[in-house]
């Protein structure tokens, strides 16, 4: 039995002990209540506050709950987008446009200096995560994490090779990149947490994805841009109501879920729970240090 059935079996326990006692008349006409708390409250009131890797527990308890969903907040490698000093010269690159010998210097130094630095701390970041969840695995038998990015449920070979694939794909659009990933092999964690250690069987990644709305966001990016109506739409509304429809759609009542920092689900689990009042979610979110 591993932690958090402990947990939620033991208050179950204390509120089927209590709630089994009565009597007849009660001093001073104060009627007893005794609050009966849903199994997914159980599990978040019983959730750890102090967890390797993460700076920040914040749970939000919706009465009645049937379901809890934790989110680990991340940073992932399409993040270096943020990075001008890469992204606008890679445009020119992009566009063949011509440069000349001092822009092509200042670019490579750019990318060996302001690129790695980013990369070291995402990878960073992501090595909070990898804690998170093996923490989460070898204390409280949690092995499934639902990560953004995937509409299906890979296995340890794919996700080895998404992960030589995206240091492939680095590696070819900076081709003056210096990863160095024999003396540093943390930088495989840029690529995601989830890939190094599924790739090694320490986790199973599950579906956290709709491959439509994938596609969709794709296109609103290229066609408009991240800061278009249309982009946010689909990232922030349509994929995070499509999650939630597939955690309800499988057979755990709590599920981990990885997802970007910029996520917040609490506007859809209050939409979810306003039209779904017999089949509601509470949230807990955590968050790995480095995140801010």
Same mark, same amino acid.
């Given at each position: 039995?591993?932690?958090?059935?402990?947990?939620? +079996?033991?208050?179950?326990?204390?509120?089927?002990?209590?709630?089994?006692?009565?009597?007849?008349?009660?001093?001073?006409?104060?009627?007893?209540?005794?609050?009966?708390?849903?199994?997914?409250?159980?599990?978040?009131?019983?959730?750890?506050?102090?967890?390797?890797?993460?700076?920040?527990?914040?749970?939000?308890?919706?009465?009645?709950?049937?379901?809890?969903?934790?989110? @680990?907040?991340?940073?992932?490698?399409?993040?270096?987008?943020?990075?001008?000093?890469?992204?606008?010269?890679?445009?020119? @690159?992009?566009?063949?446009?011509?440069?000349?010998?001092?822009?092509?210097?200042?670019?490579?130094?750019?990318?060996?200096?302001?690129?790695?630095?980013?990369?070291?701390?995402?990878?960073?970041?992501?090595?909070?995560?990898?804690?998170?969840? @093996?923490?989460?695995?070898?204390?409280?038998?949690?092995?499934?994490?639902?990560?953004? +990015?995937?509409?299906?449920?890979?296995?340890?070979?794919?996700?080895?090779?998404?992960?030589?694939?995206?240091?492939?794909?680095?590696?070819?659009?900076?081709?003056?990149?210096?990863?160095?990933?024999?003396?540093?092999?943390?930088? $495989?964690?840029? $690529?995601?947490?989830?890939?190094?250690?599924?790739?090694?069987?320490?986790?199973?990644?599950?579906?956290?994805?709709?491959?439509?709305?994938?596609?969709?966001?794709?296109?609103?990016?290229?066609?408009?841009?991240?800061?278009?109506?249309?982009?946010?739409?689909?990232?922030?509304?349509?994929?995070?109501?499509?999650?939630?429809? @597939?955690?309800?759609?499988?057979?755990?009542?709590?599920?981990?879920?990885?997802?970007?920092?910029?996520?917040?689900?609490?506007?859809?689990?209050?939409?979810?729970?306003?039209?779904?009042?017999?089949?509601? $979610?509470?949230?807990?979110?955590?968050?790995?240090?480095?995140?801010?």
């Amino acid at each position: 039995m591993n932690r958090y059935n402990v947990i939620v +079996g033991g208050i179950l326990g204390l509120v089927g002990t209590f709630g089994g006692c009565h009597r007849e008349e009660s001093t001073n006409n104060l009627e007893r209540k005794v609050e009966v708390v849903s199994e997914a409250n159980q599990f978040l009131r019983g959730f750890p506050d102090m967890i390797p890797g993460i700076s920040g527990v914040v749970k939000y308890e919706v009465p009645g709950a049937d379901q809890a969903i934790v989110h @680990i907040r991340q940073y992932h490698n399409i993040s270096f987008q943020n990075l001008p000093s890469i992204v606008e010269p890679l445009n020119k @690159i992009n566009n063949g446009s011509e440069f000349s010998e001092k822009e092509l210097r200042e670019f490579n130094e750019a990318v060996n200096g302001v690129l790695l630095s980013h990369i070291d701390r995402v990878s960073d970041l992501q090595k909070n995560i990898a804690y998170c969840m @093996i923490d989460l695995r070898d204390f409280y038998g949690v092995k499934d994490f639902r990560v953004e +990015g995937y509409d299906i449920n890979p296995d340890r070979e794919l996700l080895l090779k998404s992960l030589v694939a995206d240091c492939q794909a680095l590696k070819r659009i900076f081709p003056t990149i210096n990863l160095n990933l024999e003396s540093n092999p943390g930088r $495989f964690l840029y $690529f995601g947490s989830e890939k190094v250690l599924g790739s090694q069987g320490k986790i199973n990644v599950r579906k956290a994805e709709e491959a439509h709305l994938v596609e969709m966001a794709f296109e609103a990016l290229n066609a408009e841009g991240h800061e278009s109506d249309r982009f946010k739409k689909v990232v922030f509304d349509e994929r995070e109501d499509a999650l939630l429809n @597939i955690v309800d759609s499988g057979e755990e009542r709590f599920s981990f879920v990885v997802y970007g920092a910029e996520h917040d689900l609490r506007d859809n689990i209050d939409r979810w729970n306003s039209e779904n009042p017999d089949n509601k $979610f509470s949230l807990i979110v955590l968050t790995p240090t480095g995140v801010d």
